[in-house]
């Protein structure tokens, strides 16, 4: 299913990567070792080749992933509430996968360096991953006072499951059921990204970039028809 020509919508700050598509995102799964912090340059982003879960929707199914700037104050956070709620009232279905706020990441990796100066990867990953899951649930927040309908969940609520390699794990696949409930029911789903759980259940990291990562691979496990990254919101 090939994505709609979404240049228009979503002005500066998106952008664009085209996948072929497969639902287990061979190819992509695993990818970006960016700074976590840091924005994607600036575009907009596409992926094509959804399943059949996708081609028999009435509506579109669309990713947006929100990095760390777009999500640096809660006025950012409320303007990409604002974008999100119009997505959702255009008829689209919704997933947000967002980013820890700007500077997070590396304030909680600066502590754990406090604390011993090599931190165990484990323990380094658990204490990261708690700046997405403050993000996802400010926007879920925001997304409710505008009066929209979300629900914010981590990795492991998702199962974003996940080789044991910490701080730099790779997808291995995203379990879409979760998700699919939560549209199913008419509301937005706020994904935290950059984080996973490996068999074992543990919690881990993706590594700098990561978030890109998860919301690519929510894509394509999902079939939606667009995948944008945003790297900024007015």
Request: with cysteine; net charge negative.
């Amino acid at each position: 299913v090939d994505g709609p020509d979404r240049t228009d919508d979503v002005g500066a700050g998106a952008e664009t990567l085209v996948d072929q598509g497969a639902c287990d995102a061979r190819g992509i799964l695993g990818a970006g070792r960016g700074d976590e912090d840091d924005d994607p340059a600036v575009g907009e982003r596409h992926l094509t080749g959804g399943t059949s879960e996708a081609s028999v929707r009435a509506v579109a199914m669309v990713v947006h992933k929100y990095g760390g700037t777009s999500l640096g104050s809660i006025e950012r956070i409320r303007a990409v509430a604002r974008r999100v709620l119009a997505e959702r009232r255009a008829n689209n279905d919704i997933v947000v996968v967002a980013s820890a706020m700007a500077g997070e990441t590396d304030r909680l990796l600066g502590l754990a360096r406090e604390v011993c100066g090599d931190p165990d990867r484990r323990e380094a990953d658990v204490l990261a991953s708690s700046g997405e899951q403050v993000a996802v649930a400010l926007l879920a927040m925001a997304i409710k006072n505008l009066g929209g309908d979300a629900v914010s969940l981590l990795g492991h609520q998702v199962r974003v499951v996940t080789d044991s390699l910490h701080s730099r794990a790779h997808i291995r696949r995203v379990e879409s059921s979760r998700l699919l409930d939560v549209l199913r029911a008419k509301k937005i789903a706020v994904v935290a990204g950059f984080q996973g759980i490996d068999e074992s259940g543990d919690v881990t990291t993706l590594g700098r970039g990561g978030s890109d990562t998860t919301a690519v691979a929510v894509a394509a496990a999902l079939g939606a028809e667009c995948c944008e990254i945003f790297t900024d919101v007015d």
